[in-house]
């Protein structure tokens, strides 16, 4: 089970069609930073960082939130010991998780959540708050020295979780495929988190939010289909450990 004093919210999405960058998430993150001032942002999982930086700058300043960029601090370990929140943005996972480890931030970031900073993924972003990447939809452009990502909540997320289109010719595995993959290899849950989706964790409670619904994958068990508003606690957490080879 997941502290206590964590406070994580897990986005599936950056932009949902329809709308503009983080629109769909904004009355989210207000509630959930409430009265904080600032948000450091970790632009590192796409390659122009100062134009990831001016897009998110610009719309946490509407959501009434000063932001600054880890990329232009000083000493990047010390940006995360002095934040009041951390949003970690989307783009490829093994290129954020490969910057983390190049900048030495795991531990930093780890140590900052437990205590109680808020944290804030989307896409990318959701993927390194699980304990491995395993379940990233992305292409290993770089390589990190490790899957194994923050492991600030217990289970996986596959983030854009797309269900198999009936009338498809496509014959490709499923997302469904690859994530039943995995569990014959890895212990895990997944939350297979749909466009629009998040999960909101605070005091111990995993609750889907969201406009979408989610599917929850579990070794060895039929897959459960959750609504926005149900506690996932009973479904997701997990003490299992991997160990990536």
């Known amino acids: 089970m ?32 409430g009265g904080l001032q600032r948000v450091l942002f970790v632009p590192f999982a796409l390659y122009d960082r100062d134009a990831y930086a001016s897009l998110a700058r610009e719309r946490f300043q509407k959501m009434g939130y000063g932001l600054d960029s880890i990329h232009l601090a000083a000493d990047a370990r010390q940006a995360v010991n002095d934040a009041e929140a951390i949003f970690i943005g989307g783009g490829n996972t093994f290129r954020l998780l490969k910057a983390l480890y190049d900048f030495d931030l795991p531990g930093a970031i780890r140590r900052r959540v437990v205590a109680g900073m808020p944290y804030i993924g989307s896409s990318a972003g959701s993927n390194v708050a699980c304990p491995t990447i395993k379940t990233t939809n992305d292409m290993p452009i770089v390589q990190p020295p490790s899957f194994e990502a923050l492991g600030l909540v ?92």
């Not at 769909?24 to 509630?31: K, L, S, T, V």
């Not at 999960?199 to 995993?206: D, H, I």
């Not at 969201?210 to 003490?239: H, M, Y």
């Open 2 to 33: 997941e502290s206590a004093n964590t406070r994580i919210l897990l986005i599936s999405n950056s932009t949902l069609y329809g709308s503009g960058y983080l629109d769909h998430a904004a009355e989210e993150i207000r509630d959930f930073l």
């Open 154 to 245: 217990s289970f996986q997320i596959n983030a854009h979780f797309l269900d198999p289109d009936p009338n498809s010719t496509h014959k490709g595995e499923t997302r469904e495929e690859r994530i039943l993959q995995f569990h014959e290899e890895c212990d895990t849950p997944v939350v297979g988190l749909r466009e629009g989706a998040m999960v909101r964790v605070e005091n111990g409670v995993a609750i889907l939010k969201g406009s979408s619904g989610a599917r929850i994958f579990r070794k060895g068990l039929e897959p459960v289909e959750v609504k926005p508003g149900t506690r996932l606690d009973d479904l997701v957490w997990s003490n299992a450990s991997e160990t990536v080879g």
